[in-house]
Each structure stands twice: as C-alpha cells, then as structure tokens.
C-alpha cells in the first residue's frame, strides 16, 4: 500500500511538473542557448552509443533469423524481418532505454544537486519558475532529438543486418536482395509507428527524470538514490508503455 501510495505522488508531481512547463511554452525562443545545450547532450553525445548498439543488434538480429530461416527456405525475407523489427520496436525501444541510462541519470543527477544544495530554491526566491529554465528546454529538446536517433539507429541496424548476410557465408544473401525484401515490407506506417514511440518514450523519459531530481530530499547521498530510482522509472516506463502503445497503434 505504501509503494502504491508512492507511485500515485510521483505520477502527481510528474503530471503537475508537465503543466506547469507548458505555461511556459511560449519563452521557449527566448532560450535558444539553453535548448541548443540539450539537444547538444541529447542527440550528439548519445549518438555513437546508439550507432554501436543498433548496428550489433541488427547484426544479431540478421544472424539469428538467418540460422532459423534456412530450415524453411525462407532466408531471402530476412530483410524484412531486420527491417520490420527495427522500425516497429527495436530502434525506439533501444534508442529510449540507452537515452534512459545516460541521459536521464545525467539529468537526475544535475537536478537533485542543485535541489540538495539550494540552487532551485534560489531559483524560487527570485521569482524563477525551475520548471521554465530546467524542465521546458529538456523537454523541448528530446521531442526534437529522439526522432533523429530513432532514424539513425534503424538505418544502421538494418546496415549491420545486411553485413552479416553478407559475409557469413551460411546465410549468404547479398545486400541487393537484402534490401529488396526490406524495402518490398517495409511501409510508411511502420517508420511512423516506431518515430512515435520514440517520441512517447523520450517524452516520458525525460519529464520522469526531471520530476525525481527537483523532488530529491536530504542531503548528497540521496542524489545517488535519486538517479537509481529515475533509471529504473525510466525502463519500466518504457517497456510498459511500449506495449500501450504497441496496442493502440495496431
């Protein structure tokens, strides 16, 4: 009952930290500097992670499927299985979890220290609003971000797909028919579906992480625990919104 009771105060104050940054929506072009830094640590510093992991799943992915496939004759639709698989759920799904781990502890950590020494209630005390200077550009700059990853790590999990059927030489498929059957599956809904959701898990992500780093209370040890409990929010969020909206896009 008291988790529960836990769960429903941090929705609150997820929920109430969201409103009280879209009143301010309308000086977000007044903070250009502030949400170029996001989009800085957002996109451009979680990019190479994200480029490293994709095309290795992609790769498994290929080489898993192209193992199984064989028995039924059907290795030539491996292309569409990567491509599909990256596009609907994959790319997003692995894009959101590592923005999760090393942009959402990063936030966590930010927040909950400047909550544990005072600077947000300095903030306060001149008529400040954290959530205009802290939460809205981070916020604005994930909705711009995440779709730009999601993008990249499809491409480059289908690139890794098409390395592997390549050169292993069991599967043996060039990259022309490849990428044939990928593109003959593959339809604009698919890519919609996934850049959705990787707006949706961003989105969360990050107003999660920013909730739980202004709400820290005590002294530096809790930032430690504030930025664990956000990670792990963060990932349950996303697996579990991941088959909502799964269900709902349909």
């Known amino acids: 009952m008291k ?38 640590l957002i996109g451009y510093t979680t990019l190479p992670i994200v480029a490293i992991l994709c095309f ?7 080489l898993q499927s192209g193992y199984s496939m064989e028995n ?5 639709f491996i292309g569409s299985l990567v491509g599909l698989s990256f596009a609907r759920e994959l790319g997003p799904v692995i894009v959101a979890i590592l923005v999760a781990g090393r942009v959402g502890s990063a936030i966590t950590a930010e927040l909950a220290s400047m909550k544990v020494y005072q600077e947000v209630d300095a903030l306060v005390t001149m008529n400040i609003p954290p959530a205009r200077i802290l939460v809205l ?22 690139f890794g797909g098409a390395v592997v059927c390549k050169y292993v030489e069991s599967i043996a498929i060039e990259p022309e028919a490849y990428f044939s059957a990928l593109r003959r599956y593959m339809k604009f809904k698919d890519v919609g579906t996934g850049l959705m959701k990787a707006e949706i898990f961003g ?21 430690g625990a504030s930025v664990t409990k956000a990670v792990v929010v963060s990932l349950i969020s996303i697996l ?6 799964t269900k709902a896009l349909m």
Request: proline share 4%.
């Open 203 to 223: 989105f969360v992500v990050v107003l999660i992480c920013c909730s739980i780093g202004l709400n820290t209370r005590g002294g530096p040890r809790e930032i």
């Open 137 to 158: 550009p981070r916020l604005a700059a994930v909705l711009v971000m995440m779709p730009v990853l999601a993008i990249i790590g499809n491409l480059i999990g289908w």
């Open 3 to 40: 988790q529960f009771t836990h769960f429903l105060e941090g929705f609150g104050s997820a929920v109430q930290l969201l409103f009280q940054s879209a009143r301010f929506v309308g000086t977000l072009p007044r903070q250009r500097a502030r949400f170029i830094d996001q989009c800085y």
């Open 72 to 76: 039924f004759g059907a290795k030539q």
């Open 56 to 62: 290795f799943m992609g790769s498994v992915l290929a």
């Open 240 to 245: 579990v919104l991941d088959y909502f909206v």
